[in-house]
């Protein structure tokens, strides 16, 4: 509303958090406590913008969470499949504690002195009225927008991360490669040099295009980070004006009310839009938005609600690794793009939450442009890809000059790992400065009673491995029992867990690092081996880290057994000896499981022309289904020894072994999100002490060397 037209009692201050106070308000915070997993302020402070005093607001509902954060909250912490139920359930109770709010502040100001009437016609409110509710519907859908793009961005930022540590590691392989190339040239003859110099050629060439490579993406990602700063700051501007909207619809209702002595009836609540993109940056790609563009969007709004435009201001210096101090938002949930939160001392800190110190609650309309700076690259306050500073950044920063793939080919003391923003990779140092959530599950787990719901640890595990990990239960009742089993509730032991404080939990084959990476699952015990894909990621899986190796167990294959000589296989009838995979006739039929070591290795070899005569093999999502079917549909199932080991058991007149072993070992490790680095240290201290109960418990394998044996050393806890 325009000033000269505010003659009526304000019923609040202009900026911050809608203050709760309200039954409405407590079944909001009831509800955002249920989200947040019973984590505490102090958690939600380490992993989400704003104090620990504004999130104990939050919580307590004391203040109502902003729409953009919980946005952010809800799609950082409910699996995808359910974030749309939990977004509608978190709009609808953040509007109806607005709304309640609202009531609370008008019976305030209804039962203080009377103010001066309102000066201006009834005509005049009712049009401030209608314009101020147009400017909060179009600040609900800009910041539903912004959110989804921030997503989107996210997202492509991460595959990027991805992309470039691929290429970083070729380009460590083509160094390595014309050093190696040089050294030997230096002690050739002189023929074997001239041939040695087209080889490093070869190199060089491939050096200069992999850097080239690395460049583009670099630009890539300088661009994305670029457009989600912007996307970050647009979400907290367009919230601010969206409460400033809200406040004022209010206000101007109860002016019309006391002008015509009519009850005007507040708006029906207005469902907000999902997280969909929506039409605000005209002819512009999804994932593009320009610093005009977001400025003609919210001075659009600004105009709707009668504020004034407002102008971007001159982009500061950017210095190489040096802190640029800025001029200061006295707020105390700034993230820098180094990916720390930055904060102020605690006692300033919670004077910037809760207002004290002579301060008002809520800034002042001068420092409405101000607002600190935006939340992190996933929305959560995790750590940012670094990049130059986006739209009205305020506070103290970290500037670098490009991104972290530049700097590693500038022979720089920063890399990849320590920026990016899906968190430490996996030759990380096993040390972090925020507890991960894993870690954040397992403490929780301990504190919790056995009875209480939801703060269980939770374990991933194989359900239908005979001998080693099987659910004889049911789904409800299950009855976990085998050798992985036991050497679980080990670890979990030594990790000072109670059986009742840990819950297990069956994950397929293909979905491991799915399960670890969205928090489905803490830790994954179950025949898992340790390769350089996991620990690296893949296109579609996200990386993942080990403690162990803890056993090793060679690649071994299955067969059906020919019921009249049983030292040999039966293949469609036939009886064949099979003492190496090339004697595996090609009419065979051949099981292989989704994500398992052996369906890598036969798909490699073959694509390196070996073994033309093996027909393609099937693939299924689990080793149960393949040797189900190995009497009437598949005549070989190729897998780890340890695992074969177990459906022999079951049917040794069925079934034989083959004799041989092919490709590498496998060994077994405990498995981890990419981000538990503190608590894959607790884990393989609970390994080292737990040594000799691990060779008891796989005594029954190991005692067979072709089946499985113990590693020597855990090279994954160094």
């Known amino acids: ?117 309102p000066a201006g016609t009834a005509h005049e409110y009712k049009d401030h009225l209608s314009n101020a509710r147009r400017g909060q519907s179009m600040a609900r859908e800009t910041v539903q927008s912004l959110s989804y793009l921030v997503q989107l961005l996210t997202g492509e930022m991460q595959e990027l991360d991805h992309r470039c540590k691929s290429l970083e590691d070729e380009l460590d392989r083509a160094r390595r490669q014309l050093q190696q190339q040089q050294e030997a040239n ?90 969909l993109p929506a039409p605000l940056w005209g002819d512009s790609h999804v994932l593009e938005i320009t610093e005009a563009q977001l400025d003609t969007r919210m001075n659009t709004i600004r105009e709707q609600i009668g504020l004034p435009s407002t102008t971007a201001p001159e982009e500061p210096r950017i210095i190489r690794g040096r802190v640029v101090p800025g001029p200061s938002a006295d707020r105390a949930d700034k993230t820098s793009t180094s990916g720390k939160p930055v904060h102020t001392p605690p006692a300033d800190r919670a004077d910037a939450d809760s207002g004290t110190a002579g301060k008002p609650s809520h800034p002042t309309d001068n420092e409405r442009q101000d607002h600190g700076a935006a939340p992190s690259a996933n929305g959560t306050g995790a750590p940012q890809a670094s990049g130059r500073p986006g739209r009205k950044r305020r506070g103290p920063r970290i500037a670098l000059i490009g991104t972290a793939c530049l700097a590693l080919l500038a022979g720089g003391g920063l890399t990849w790992n320590q920026l990016r923003e899906r968190g430490p990779g996996p030759d990380a140092p096993i040390t972090s400065n925020l507890p991960s959530q894993a870690m954040i599950a397992l403490g929780e787990a301990k504190k919790a009673g056995e009875s209480e719901e939801g703060s269980k640890f939770l374990v991933g595990v194989k359900s239908r491995q005979p001998g080693l990990s099987e659910n004889q239960g049911t789904e409800a009742d299950p009855d976990w029992v085998g050798l992985e089993i036991e050497y679980a509730k080990k670890i979990l032991g030594e990790l000072g867990l109670s059986e009742g404080q840990y819950e297990f939990v069956s994950v397929p ?12 699952v803490h830790i994954f015990i179950g025949t898992y081996g340790i390769t350089l894909e996991r620990l690296k990621g893949q296109p579609d899986k996200p990386p993942v880290i080990f403690a162990g190796p803890y056993l090793t167990t060679p690649q071994r294959v299955i067969l059906q057994r020919h019921p009249k000589r049983p030292d040999k296989a039966k293949i469609n009838g036939r009886d064949v000896t099979v003492d190496a995979l090339t004697d595996i006739p090609e009419d065979a039929d051949i099981c292989l499981v989704e994500g398992s070591t052996a369906e890598k290795y036969i798909k490699d070899e073959k694509e390196k022309g ?60 405990i498995a981890l999100g990419r981000e538990s680095h503190d608590l894959r240290k607790k884990v393989c201290d609970a390994m080292r002490r737990a040594s000799k109960d691990r060779n008891d418990i796989y005594r029954k394998l190991t005692a067979d060397r072709k089946v499985a044996s113990v590693p020597k050393k855990m090279d994954q806890c160094k």
């Not at 992999?210 to 912007?230: D, G, I, K, P, S």
């Open 186 to 275: 230096a002690t050739a003859n002189q023929q074997r040099a001239a041939e040695n110099r087209k080889i490093a050629a070869g190199f060089q060439q491939q050096i200069a295009e992999t850097e080239q490579r690395l460049a583009e993406l670099e630009q890539r990602h300088e661009n994305f980070e670029q457009n989600l700063t912007r996307a970050q700051q647009g979400q907290r501007e367009a919230e601010e004006l969206r409460i400033e909207a809200f406040w004022q619809t209010e206000e101007n209702r109860l002016a019309v009310n006391q002008l015509t002595g009519q009850d005007t009836p507040p708006e029906p609540a207005e469902e907000i839009p999902g997280l």
């Open 610 to 669: 070996k073994f033309p005569s093996l027909k393609k093999p099937s693939i299924k999502s689990g080793y149960s289904i393949c040797i189900d079917e190995l009497k009437d549909r598949y005549d070989a199932v190729m897998t780890d020894a340890a695992i074969l080991a177990g459906f022999l058991e079951n049917s040794p007149e069925d079934y034989i072994i083959a004799a041989f072993a092919f490709g590498e070992e496998e060994k077994y490790g």
């Open 509 to 520: 084959t293909e979905d491991r690092e799915k399960f670890l990476e969205k928090g489905k």
């Open 1 to 117: 509303m325009y000033e000269e037209d505010q003659e009526t009692r304000p019923l609040r201050a202009r900026k911050g958090p809608v203050p709760g106070g309200t039954p409405a308000a407590d079944e909001l915070a009831e509800w955002l406590n249920k989200i947040a997993g019973g984590r505490t302020a102090q958690q939600m402070e380490s992993r989400f913008p704003y104090g620990r005093t504004q999130w104990s607001d939050f919580l307590k509902g004391r203040k109502l969470i902003p729409l953009w954060l919980l946005n952010s909250v809800v799609t950082t912490l409910v699996p995808p499949q359910h974030q749309q139920l939990h977004l509608a359930r978190g709009h609808e109770l953040l509007g109806k504690a607005e709304r309640a709010a609202a009531a609370a502040a008008a019976g305030k100001a209804a039962a203080s002195p009377p103010a001066r009437p």
